[in-house]
């Protein structure tokens, strides 16, 4: 069965840092373009950042560029996505997400997970 699944959210203060993982079970990652999405509450899911198959092309949404860096690790078959200078609009449940080889908006992928809630809050 081919999974993907988060870990890694949970409460954290304005400027504090987090470490998503994006966990691939039932196939391998190689050569998997792996995405991260966010949705906060009443908002449309928004794209965060994407790393391409091979690893060598990554993009971010303009929030989180500076702040975010999404990286891989095929050995563990897993892509992860390290926050920092987290805001309180960084709120949202995110989702990665995978197709393969090149990054796509959210209708483009083919696997998501279930989500990791952040909140971002004093």
């Known amino acids: 069965q081919l999974q993907l699944v988060e870990s890694g959210g949970g409460l954290v203060q304005p400027g504090g840092t987090l470490r998503l993982s994006c966990a691939a079970s039932?196939?391998?990652?190689?050569?998997?373009?792996v995405g991260w999405f966010r949705q906060a509450p009443g908002k449309e899911r928004e794209g965060v950042s994407c790393i391409s198959g091979s690893g060598d092309s990554t993009n971010y949404a303009d929030s989180v560029k500076g702040r975010f860096t999404i990286s891989r690790d095929n050995a563990k078959n897993t892509v992860y996505l390290q926050m920092n200078s987290l805001k309180p609009e960084d709120t949202a449940v995110y989702y990665c997400?995978?197709?393969?080889?090149?990054?796509?908006?959210?209708?483009?992928?083919?696997?998501w997970g279930k989500g990791t809630l952040v909140t971002v809050s004093s």
């Open positions: 039932g196939f391998a990652l190689d050569y998997y373009a």
């Open positions: 997400a995978a197709r393969p080889y090149y990054c796509s908006g959210a209708d483009g992928m083919n696997y």
